[in-house]
T-cell receptor, first 113, second 114 residues
Framework: GAGVSQTPSNKVTEKGKYVELRCDPI?????LYWYRQSLGQGPEFLIY????????DSGLPNDRFFAVRPEGSVSTLKIQRTERGDSAMYLC???????????FGQGTRLTVV | DQQVKQNSPSLSVQEGRISILNCDYT??????FLWYKKYPAEGPTFLIS?????DKNEDGRFTVFLNKSAKHLSLHIVPSQPGDSAVYFC?????????????FGQGTILTVHP
């Protein structure tokens, strides 16, 4: 597709459940980023992939959060044992290379009830 | 700590006038700055950027100014249009890391009245 695609657009889950959020980056983009945005705040960095490897995962809040990008394209953000505090907009972005601007998807709104 | 701050939560401007959005940062390692615009239910859209080796970058109606000594940048929109109404985020990166690893401000809601 032309832009970064994230699915689902909305996800409601019960506390304690496991969720997966998917990101399809722009074709050919080698760098991929995950961000989390809480209401009234700017996006906060979670993790950055260069190709298949996580180049920087310093923003992941705890070990319940994990992300993969096995073939260097699609990425999945995985959250185990979800908590109500995980409720937020999860944004994915990609860039052609590490030193070029990142383009964002429309986000997945996660609600933990 | 908030390394990138946008101290004005909102700004209201008349159509045709200038909009000035401000941003302050504290981390002297930041060397690349960007502005993103965000409409409801959409992801942020890249607007304009500036490297720390410059003090001004212009793109059509949008100009970004960087004052490194004051650790301050601003976005000027001239003339403002109702379609510019959105949330504007200032973001910064640097210290040898990827330009996509960004530290964002809290955002400023711009409303342009017809």
């Amino acid at each position: 597709g032309a832009g970064v695609s994230q699915t689902p657009s909305n996800k409601v889950t019960e506390k304690g459940k496991y969720v997966e959020l998917r990101c399809d980056p722009i074709s050919g983009h080698t760098a991929l980023y995950w961000y989390r945005q809480s209401l009234g705040q700017g996006p906060e960095f979670l993790i950055y992939f260069q190709g298949t490897g996580a180049a920087d995962d310093s923003g992941l809040p705890n070990d319940r959060f994990f992300a993969v990008r096995p073939e260097g394209s699609v990425s999945t953000l995985k959250i185990q044992r979800t908590e109500r505090g995980d409720s937020a907009m999860y944004l994915c972005a990609s860039s052609l290379m590490a030193n070029t601007e990142a383009f964002f998807g429309q986000g997945t709104r996660l609600t933990v009830v | 700590d908030q390394q990138v701050k946008q101290n004005s939560p909102s700004l209201s401007v008349q159509e045709g006038r200038i909009s000035i959005l401000n941003c302050d940062y504290t981390n002297s390692m930041f060397d690349y700055f960007l502005w993103y615009k965000k409409y409801p239910a959409e992801g942020p859209t890249f607007l304009i950027s500036i490297s720390s080796i410059k003090d001004k970058n212009e793109d059509g109606r949008f100009t970004v100014f960087l004052n490194k000594s004051a650790k301050h940048l601003s976005l000027h929109i001239v003339p403002s249009q109702p379609g510019d109404s959105a949330v504007y985020f200032c973001a910064a990166s640097g210290g040898g890391t990827s330009y996509g690893k960004l530290t964002f401000g809290q955002g400023t809601i711009l409303t342009v009245h017809p």
